[in-house]
């Protein structure tokens, strides 16, 4: 057993708490995940000094989301049993061993049962997966699997909230279909209006007016099943419930990186397949008729249009420069440096604010430094370079991810 961080008076929380996703032969569970966030549950990440055997056991039935919590390894007094109530003012009311035993048992629910109607399905690896929709707190017919999921998702969300008793919440929720239908994946979503002006509603072919945005806010696929696309699987299923409701516009909330690249990989897949924003001159910006399609059909944001515009643009500039002979710089400068401006007008635009020399020079004053008109136009040279070589940086992975080969150099 790894020893815990711990200095002489405090205990790291992250390694003090485990998560326990349980089925009916694996009680008291065998598959156990550490929380990736605990910092809105146990101050500074910190609880006080106690055994480095103590374990603080979140078991989860891995089907209906049921909650028992146990401690194991060492006595519970004085820290140890501090730790152990904030954990359990965290989680929904937590059954006995017993009583959660008892859960497993059962014959599980499906997936409409816990969630709603069945959105969709699809295969992977030879085993099937079913996707429900449900509005979140309609589901009245299982609120402890709603409570359960926002616990879960707290212990895996940097910026987890919860949710409130709002009609228009809904929840897409993926599940294995098998005798026991675990779950594999699950997002939180709301339905807002947006007013559209006449300039907004233009290039989507709309009527000036109220009309329907679909926003994920939380999304979360569980530990065992991660990095077998079950992520892009969830999104797309998003997409097609907001298609299903006549939304403009599907929104992420503050997206992590590692879930802003399963945004990239699906719109970047659904634009190449209906043949949207082609690339085109890799000199010129998307048209925004393109952009208006691109749009209408996927529901993308200004914004994420332009992202897979510039990613389609950039694998066509991969497959250029793979024409040219990596010793000729001159050649695959030549073959870059369209693009490359076009990359950085944008940025520049979009990131006017933060390279607006008044700005970069109350930076610099902060710092206690002062510059000359002339070191400030290098400053904002310098941060748009940044934020250029940020943005291929990105598009590199991606194009990897895609299975397309990056060239060495944009």
């Given at each position: 057993m790894s020893k815990r961080a711990r200095d002489e008076?405090?205990?790291?929380?992250?390694?003090?708490?485990?998560?326990?996703?349980v089925g009916a032969e694996a009680f008291p569970g065998e598959t156990?995940?550490?929380?990736?966030?605990?910092?809105q549950i146990f101050e500074d990440e910190k609880v006080g000094d106690v055994s480095p055997e103590l374990r603080l056991e979140c078991l989860f039935n891995d089907v209906t989301l049921?909650?028992?919590?146990?401690?194991?390894?060492?006595?519970?007094r004085g820290a140890a049993e501090d730790a152990l109530y904030t954990l359990a003012g965290a989680l929904p009311t937590a059954q006995t061993e017993s009583e959660f035993a008892a859960t497993l048992q059962?014959?599980?629910?499906?997936?409409?049962?816990?969630?709603g109607p069945l959105l969709g399905e699809y295969t992977r690896g030879?085993?099937?997966?079913?996707?429900?929709?449900?509005?979140?707190?309609?589901?009245?017919q299982a609120p402890?699997?709603?409570r359960g999921l926002q616990a879960l998702m707290r212990f895996y969300i940097e910026t987890w909230s919860d949710v409130d008793e709002d009609e228009r919440w809904r929840v897409v929720a993926v599940f294995e279909a098998a005798e026991r239908p675990r779950l594999v994946a699950a997002a939180t979503i709301f339905h807002f209006q947006r007013w559209l002006t006449h300039a907004d509603a233009l290039p989507l072919q709309r009527a000036a007016g109220p009309a329907l945005v679909v926003r994920l806010c939380q999304a979360i696929v569980m530990p065992q099943f991660r990095s077998q696309g079950h992520g892009a699987q969830l999104l797309q299923a998003v997409y097609t419930h907001a298609h299903a409701e006549g939304a403009i516009e599907l929104t992420v909330?503050?997206?992590n990186p590692r879930f802003r690249m399963v945004r990239d990989v699906v719109d970047y897949r659904n634009c190449h397949s209906l043949g949207l924003l082609p690339p085109?001159?890799?000199?010129?910006?998307?048209p925004l008729e393109a952009v208006g399609e691109a749009r209408r059909k996927l529901l993308l944001t200004h914004e994420q249009a332009t992202r897979c515009h510039e990613l389609r643009q950039y694998v066509q500039l991969a497959g250029e420069l793979a024409a040219v002979d990596e010793a000729d710089t001159e050649a695959r400068e030549a073959v870059v440096k369209p693009w490359r401006l076009k990359v950085k007008r944008r940025l520049s635009r979009q990131h006017q604010e933060e390279l607006d020399p008044t700005v970069l020079a109350a930076e610099a004053e902060a710092a206690g430094e002062t510059l000359s008109a002339a070191e400030l136009v290098e400053r904002r040279k310098a941060r748009l370079e940044e934020l250029y070589e940020e943005t291929v940086g990105e598009y590199r992975l991606l194009s990897h991810r895609l299975g397309v080969a990056a060239h060495k150099k944009a």
């Amino acid at each position: 057993m790894s020893k815990r961080a711990r200095d002489e008076t405090t205990t790291s929380a992250r390694d003090l708490v485990e998560i326990k996703l349980v089925g009916a032969e694996a009680f008291p569970g065998e598959t156990s995940f550490a929380p990736d966030y605990v910092h809105q549950i146990f101050e500074d990440e910190k609880v006080g000094d106690v055994s480095p055997e103590l374990r603080l056991e979140c078991l989860f039935n891995d089907v209906t989301l049921d909650v028992c919590l146990r401690a194991t390894g060492a006595p519970l007094r004085g820290a140890a049993e501090d730790a152990l109530y904030t954990l359990a003012g965290a989680l929904p009311t937590a059954q006995t061993e017993s009583e959660f035993a008892a859960t497993l048992q059962r014959p599980p629910p499906d997936g409409e049962a816990l969630v709603g109607p069945l959105l969709g399905e699809y295969t992977r690896g030879g085993r099937t997966f079913r996707i429900h929709c449900g509005a979140l707190h309609a589901a009245a017919q299982a609120p402890s699997f709603m409570r359960g999921l926002q616990a879960l998702m707290r212990f895996y969300i940097e910026t987890w909230s919860d949710v409130d008793e709002d009609e228009r919440w809904r929840v897409v929720a993926v599940f294995e279909a098998a005798e026991r239908p675990r779950l594999v994946a699950a997002a939180t979503i709301f339905h807002f209006q947006r007013w559209l002006t006449h300039a907004d509603a233009l290039p989507l072919q709309r009527a000036a007016g109220p009309a329907l945005v679909v926003r994920l806010c939380q999304a979360i696929v569980m530990p065992q099943f991660r990095s077998q696309g079950h992520g892009a699987q969830l999104l797309q299923a998003v997409y097609t419930h907001a298609h299903a409701e006549g939304a403009i516009e599907l929104t992420v909330e503050d997206p992590n990186p590692r879930f802003r690249m399963v945004r990239d990989v699906v719109d970047y897949r659904n634009c190449h397949s209906l043949g949207l924003l082609p690339p085109d001159s890799l000199a010129a910006a998307a048209p925004l008729e393109a952009v208006g399609e691109a749009r209408r059909k996927l529901l993308l944001t200004h914004e994420q249009a332009t992202r897979c515009h510039e990613l389609r643009q950039y694998v066509q500039l991969a497959g250029e420069l793979a024409a040219v002979d990596e010793a000729d710089t001159e050649a695959r400068e030549a073959v870059v440096k369209p693009w490359r401006l076009k990359v950085k007008r944008r940025l520049s635009r979009q990131h006017q604010e933060e390279l607006d020399p008044t700005v970069l020079a109350a930076e610099a004053e902060a710092a206690g430094e002062t510059l000359s008109a002339a070191e400030l136009v290098e400053r904002r040279k310098a941060r748009l370079e940044e934020l250029y070589e940020e943005t291929v940086g990105e598009y590199r992975l991606l194009s990897h991810r895609l299975g397309v080969a990056a060239h060495k150099k944009a």
